[in-house]
């Protein structure tokens, strides 16, 4: 939450000249975009004749009516509690997301009968590869943190090299260089461990920066407390440092977090069994690609969301010695 | 000579090319109640600083409870075990409770179990005043409470010495006097002291020696009534006419 005030301001949606503004820019674009096609158009036959024929008006007719439910919505939200006014602003969105999918008339039944090898086979895969990728990750994220925070030369110069390569290829380059590259030096890994390799070093390297943002952002005054009481580096690293520095560090660990499931992805072309490649394959065999790629995607989606709630959990933890 | 609990001859120490402490040198006695003082910049801090080695000086010799300081860590944990140090913005650990804060070192220190560090605790905490604190977390007391459990997390640790560096420089006028009235308790129980501060009026009453210090060297030391009534020096002298005019 933002530093709230006590003003108390008017509810924004119930202002006369705001709704009115919304209308008129809701108005004219849906006008200007013709949605006389649409399913709308198609519920007001009665009123406007045949859609496609209606010309001018038909679309002024349909654009009024649009921007009026639309106004109409956001003023009775503006009425709701917060929590509730949330849960419809959600669920609003949903079905309009929904819909959209609605469009490309997919095919359910197909879907249905391929889902149950999509989540066992394919999710389960996905799941693990980003599992441990996130285990490896931020252990090398703290240790080249801590590298590059010391005044060891050798130290340093192998985490800053770390961290700028690794950021700086682009993943699936890194995933075929240790699946290629490697074999060549005679270390011959099988298609999961390597992108197990290239997804924890690629999402190590910018762990290690989230690291050493949060371990620079603790007062220094933390460390010489805990030298003056006789504290080792480790003891006060794992005790003091890192315990206040995680509430910084989780949010824009999360963000890493989901954006490395999603990498996971890149993995595909190593022929990997994981969610993108079964939606794929399945897919491409029987012509049904929107449908497996959007099931896939809303797995993705769900997937993210528990990870999101995760995070919020564990923020919620922190949160406690955080009273003024 | 075995009542001497730090000995400093002839340190000296750089930031850089600067020279913030010339030459120092100071012996503080067990039971000796010390205080410092001198203008921003004099090297105050740098020198306590440099008792239990959270700055490394350069030349000179430091002893502390008959050990030598230097970069070793064994050494260097053994002296620390034996000096308390409390800071200007006190430096407790925010996420921990105020028990926990004193709890902390004896157990992962000196490996006290939990029950005695517990009772260890609260027996400082009573000894500050504020054993009612316990459960705290230090964002929610008052300055002057917050730097009351830094003095008793030192304390928890039976040091042989305690660093005092400012610590009332960043309380309310109103939250001063009661932690001046815990170091003042102390100092009666015999606590070693060596206090930076400019309370001259705690300087005054408590101390058994007064050390002036100026560009990092020490101007003139000597008992408090001879030096509030009879300062040697000009320095001094413009000195404490600056501090005492308010
Ligand atoms: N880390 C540092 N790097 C460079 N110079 C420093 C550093 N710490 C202190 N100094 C310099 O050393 C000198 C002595 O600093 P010190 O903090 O000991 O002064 P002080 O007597 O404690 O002053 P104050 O009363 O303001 O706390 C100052 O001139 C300061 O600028
Ligand atoms: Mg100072």
Redesign the interface.
């Known amino acids: 939450m933002l530093y709230a005030d006590t003003v108390e301001s008017e509810v924004l949606v119930h202002k006369p000249l705001f709704i009115a503004t919304v209308f008129v820019l809701v108005l004219s674009i849906c006008f200007m975009v013709n949605l006389t096609g649409t399913t709308i158009g198609e519920l007001m036959r009665p009123v406007i004749g045949d859609p496609l024929d209606s010309g001018l008006y038909g679309r002024f007719a349909v654009a009024f009516v649009i921007a009026i439910i639309f106004c109409l919505n956001i003023a009775l939200i503006g009425f709701a509690h917060l929590k509730a006014q949330i849960a419809i602003v959600w669920l609003e969105l949903l079905l309009l997301f929904l819909a959209f999918f609605a469009v490309f008339k997919l095919s359910l039944p197909f879907i249905w009968q391929n889902l149950p090898f999509l989540i066992t086979q394919g999710v389960v895969t996905t799941l693990y590869i980003s599992a441990i990728s996130l285990v490896f990750a931020s252990a090398i994220g703290i240790m080249a943190a801590i590298a590059k925070l010391s005044s060891n030369g050798f130290a340093y110069g192998i985490a800053t090299f770390y961290t700028s390569f690794f950021r700086g290829l682009p993943l699936l380059m890194q995933i075929y260089l240790i699946y290629l590259g490697l074999p060549q030096l005679g270390i011959i890994l099988n298609a999961v461990p390597s992108g197990i390799l290239a997804l924890s070093l690629c999402v190590g390297a910018y762990m290690t920066e989230i690291f050493r943002a949060g371990i620079q952002s603790i007062?220094r005054?933390?460390w010489?407390?805990s030298?003056?009481?006789?504290?080792?580096f480790a003891?006060t690293m794992r005790?003091?440092i890192m315990?206040?520095a995680l509430p910084v560090i989780i949010p824009p660990m999360g963000n890493t977090f989901i954006g490395m499931l999603k990498d996971s992805s890149l993995v595909s072309v190593l022929g990997v069994w994981e969610l993108t490649f079964l939606a794929r394959t399945l897919g491409q065999a029987t012509f049904h690609h929107m449908e497996m790629l959007i099931a896939a995607a809303i797995i993705y989606w769900i997937l993210s969301v528990c990870l999101e709630l995760i995070q919020s959990r564990i923020e919620r933890y922190f949160a406690r010695?955080?009273?003024? | 000579m075995n009542d001497t609990v730090i000995e400093a001859r002839n340190v000296s120490k750089w930031y850089g090319a600067f020279r913030a402490l010339t030459d120092v040198s100071l012996t503080v006695r067990k039971g000796e109640r010390v205080v410092i003082c001198g203008p921003s910049g004099s090297g105050k801090s740098t020198l306590i600083r440099c008792f239990?080695r959270?700055e490394a000086h350069q030349e000179g010799e430091i002893t502390v409870n008959g050990i030598r300081l230097h970069g070793k860590?064994r050494d260097l944990?053994a002296v620390?075990?034996n000096?308390?140090?409390v800071?200007q913005?006190f430096?407790?650990?925010?996420?921990?409770t105020v028990l926990m804060n004193c709890m902390?070192?004896p157990m992962?220190?000196k490996g006290v179990p939990e029950t005695e560090a517990k009772r260890l605790a609260l027996k400082f905490l009573e000894r500050v005043r504020i054993p009612e604190q316990a459960n705290k977390?230090p964002?929610?007391l008052s300055g002057g409470q917050q730097q009351r459990v830094a003095i008793a997390?030192?304390l928890c640790?039976e040091p042989a010495v305690m660093l005092f560096d400012e610590p009332t420089s960043s309380l309310d006028p109103e939250m001063v006097s009661e932690v001046l009235e815990t170091m003042t308790s102390l100092a009666r129980d015999g606590m070693t002291m060596v206090c930076v501060t400019h309370e001259m009026g705690f300087a005054r009453s408590v101390a058994d020696r007064v050390i002036f210090m100026d560009a990092g060297l020490i101007v003139e030391e000597g008992a408090p009534n001879d030096f509030f009534t009879n300062p040697q020096h000009p320095r001094t002298t413009l000195f404490l006419s600056q501090i005492l005019k308010h």
């Open positions: 007062d005054g933390q010489e407390a030298r003056s009481l006789g504290f080792g003891l005790k003091i315990p206040q010695s955080k009273v003024r | 239990n959270l860590m944990a620390r075990k000096v308390g140090m800071f913005h430096n407790l650990f925010p996420h921990m902390a070192a992962w220190i977390y964002g929610q997390r030192s640790m």
